[in-house]
């Protein structure tokens, strides 16, 4: 596929911590859309069964609104992956701390054997905002919560919850490409 027709893949992960090596992912966000356009094509995400919770950050698990009761229909990782997989193939990958984001997602593929079928290609908005700051008086922190503020975008709400982050990361992709 034509790299400039490719499908921008915008991603939000709650985890249980920083640190992908010794935390999870419980929860995937996911907003597909045209690179052109930025139209949606697709919304989707899921919630996924923790396997460690003894090695969980408690801060992080309030941060990302975990409790038992609220993932009973979790997924295993793999079966969450598998979804993701397929509805990212040929997709590049966005999110606004995209380090920390494909982090997880990249260590969820070598963990469950899932074949990864996103371009190679990393887009961070976080970098995108930086890159734009002279156009962006005012902003000198660049994350979500402070580029949502500057562009009078609802912020996302608490507790985070991967959808809400992916909807955001999608609408501060839109206004920092109308710049």
């Not at 396997?51 to 990302?64: D, G, I, M, P, S």
């Not at 969820?108 to 890159?131: C, M, P, Q």
């Amino acid at each position: 596929m034509e790299f400039l027709k490719r499908p921008l893949a915008i991603t939000d992960v709650e985890t249980t911590g920083f640190d992908a090596d010794i935390h999870e992912i419980i929860e995937i966000g996911l907003v597909l859309v045209d690179q052109q356009t930025l139209k949606i094509k697709d919304e989707w995400s899921i919630k996924v069964k923790p396997r460690h919770l003894r090695t969980a950050a408690e801060k992080a698990l309030k941060v990302a609104g975990y409790n038992k009761l609220d993932w009973l229909d979790a997924v295993t990782l793999k079966e969450a992956i598998e979804i993701y997989s397929k509805k990212t193939k040929n997709a590049i990958f966005v999110a606004q701390n995209s380090f920390f984001d494909w982090s997880f997602i990249s260590q969820a593929f070598k963990e469950t054997g899932v074949e990864d079928h996103l371009d190679y290609h990393r887009v961070d908005l976080f970098t995108l905002g930086w890159s734009k700051h002279k156009k962006l008086k005012g902003l000198s922190k660049f994350t979500l919560k402070e580029m949502c503020e500057h562009f009078e975008i609802e912020p996302e709400p608490m507790p985070h919850r991967a959808p809400n982050g992916a909807k955001k990361a999608c609408e501060i992709l839109k206004k920092l490409q109308n710049l």
